[in-house]
């Protein structure tokens, strides 16, 4: 059984309708407090909401970030300042980061999730990696997983190669599939062709820890929203 729900956009209108569909999000919910992803797939859905959205009462909570240092452009801290935060007239309440520098890791993750648990999610945002992961949540990560520290596979390492920094990450640290999948709504973007495959796979191989995101099906109110190109193989 799946409660997950798609919704399919033609490729030139994804970003706007997303982007509406968040706008119409955040008009009932001014004070959400939202889990938001990096990478590639948000980034022209940010350049439209930071001018359009008001998120002067949100709080923000980055998904994840890689084992780079402070600064790097690859960064996740560093990308959503610079695809978002930075183009906001009025910036979140709050925006809450991990910092994979710090002295006990262990530590770090714990503050982090007790944060994300206090008052939970309203919404999470994620993206879909090549391999199926969500966050940095690899291929083998169970579905009531902790925020850790995470080795990271081939295809994510080459991945983030894309984004900017001189070297890419081996290691990184995410929020749990345990605090994902306890999110009031999650909203999984998938688009381009190349994540045709890997979105099929998600909506159909069994739920398990070999294909992670296979864990949303299960979630209560998870929505799929991917363009044409992404959902070609659907
Ligand atoms: C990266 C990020 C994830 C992101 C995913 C997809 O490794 N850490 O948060 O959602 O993989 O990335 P992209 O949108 O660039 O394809």
């Given at each position: 059984?799946?409660?997950?729900?798609?919704?399919?956009?033609p490729d030139d209108q994804w970003v706007d309708r997303v982007t509406s569909r968040w706008a119409a999000f955040m008009e009932k919910?001014?004070?959400?407090?939202?889990?938001?992803?990096?990478?590639?797939t948000p980034q022209a859905i940010y350049e439209r909401a930071a001018s359009t959205i008001d998120f002067a009462r949100t709080e923000v909570f980055v998904l994840d970030e890689f084992g780079l240092p402070p600064g790097d452009p690859a960064r996740c801290d560093e990308m959503l300042d610079r695809d978002l935060l930075s183009r906001m007239s009025r910036r979140p309440l709050n925006v809450h980061t991990l910092n994979?520098?710090?002295?006990?890791?262990?530590?770090?993750?714990?503050?982090?999730?007790?944060?994300?648990?206090?008052?939970?999610?309203?919404?999470?945002?994620l993206g879909l990696g090549r391999n199926g992961h969500v966050g940095l949540n690899e291929p083998g990560s169970a579905a009531n997983s902790p925020t850790r520290v995470v080795q990271l596979r081939g295809s994510t390492i080459e991945d983030a190669g894309r984004y900017g920094s001189d070297v890419s990450p081996t290691w990184g640290v995410t929020l749990?599939?345990?605090?994902?999948?306890?999110?009031?709504e999650i909203w999984l973007l998938v688009i381009g062709r190349h994540k045709a495959g890997i979105l099929q796979r998600t909506l159909t191989e069994p739920i398990g820890r070999q294909l992670p995101a296979t864990f949303l099906r299960r979630h209560p109110r998870?929505?799929?929203?991917?363009?044409?190109?992404?959902?070609s193989l659907l």
């Open positions: 059984m799946s409660n997950i729900e798609i919704e399919i956009y919910e001014p004070a959400a407090r939202l889990c938001l992803p990096t990478g590639s994979p520098q710090a002295p006990d890791m262990t530590e770090e993750c714990r503050r982090f999730a007790t944060l994300v648990e206090a008052g939970g999610l309203d919404l999470t945002v749990g599939l345990r605090q994902i999948l306890a999110s009031r998870t929505t799929v929203l991917a363009d044409e190109s992404a959902a």
